[in-house]
T-cell receptor, first 105, second 112 residues
Framework: LAKTTQPISMDSYEGQEVNITCSHNNIATNDYITWYQQFPSQGPRFIIQ???TKVTNEVASLFIPADRKSSTLSLPRVSLSDTAVYYCLVLKLSFGAGTTVTVRA | EAQVTQNPRYLITVTGKKLTVTCSQN?????MSWYRQDPGLGLRQIYY???????DKGDVPEGYKVSRKEKRNFPLILESPSPNQTSLYFC???????????FGPGTRLTVL
């Protein structure tokens, strides 16, 4: 099974860009990389998904290098409401342990 | 409104007393799964189902059962709950196993 590894926590300040990197060394050829956001007492919510290179949507960007062994979620100009736990998922069986991002005023 | 619902949202029970947590989705999704979330361990998959009558074990299936008799429902069954099954449980569904998953609101279970 692919295993994902990500930092346990990160601190930032309002208006800054936050980059969270997830390692997935054993990613399979046909696996997509998906990132989720979770607030306390709620289920995870989809943020972005990609296969390779760069994907951007209205809330985040996802950078995936050519070897696909890692991926970086980029949250531009974070606000206090972005304080949450962020999970990367490669295989359906393998969520990372989650990264708690705390945004300070 | 497209959603995944779980019941109950909170449950306190005692060791050995069988319980069922229901999960239902109204999006006609084929893929459904159950996760448990524990501090420091993130989300771990318990069981998943690719379609009706098709279920398979995830990372941590011991002590759990599931069934998928209908497309929309995927109940999680604990035949004889133990304290180490105290956790926060999430049900999720998607069109396929590699598609975006939609999560339910969670069920917080405490086994005394």
């Amino acid at each position: 099974l692919a295993k994902t590894t990500q930092p346990i926590s990160m601190d930032s300040y309002e208006g800054q860009e936050v980059n969270i990197t997830c390692s997935h060394n054993n990613i399979a050829t046909n696996d997509y990389i998906t990132w989720y956001q979770q607030f306390p007492s709620q289920g995870p919510r989809f943020i972005i998904q990609g296969y390779k290179t760069k994907v951007t949507n209205e809330v985040a960007s996802l950078f995936i290098p050519a070897d696909r062994k890692s991926s970086t979620l980029s949250l531009p100009r974070v606000s206090l409401s972005d304080t949450a736990v962020y999970y990367c998922l490669v295989l359906k069986l393998s969520f990372g342990a989650g990264t708690t991002v705390t945004v300070r005023a | 409104e497209a959603q995944v619902t779980q019941n109950p949202r909170y449950l306190i029970t005692v060791t050995g007393k069988k319980l069922t947590v229901t999960c239902s989705q109204n999006m006609n999704h084929e893929y459904m799964s159950w996760y448990r979330q524990d501090p420091g361990l993130g989300l771990r998959q318990i069981y998943y189902s690719m379609n009706v009558e098709v279920t398979d074990k995830g990372d941590v299936p011991e002590g759990y059962k599931v069934s998928r008799k209908e497309k929309r429902n995927f109940p999680l069954i604990l035949e004889s709950p133990s304290p180490n099954q105290t956790s926060l449980y999430f049900c999720a569904s998607s069109y396929g196993d590699k598609d975006t998953q939609y999560f339910g609101p969670g069920t917080r279970l405490t086994v005394l």
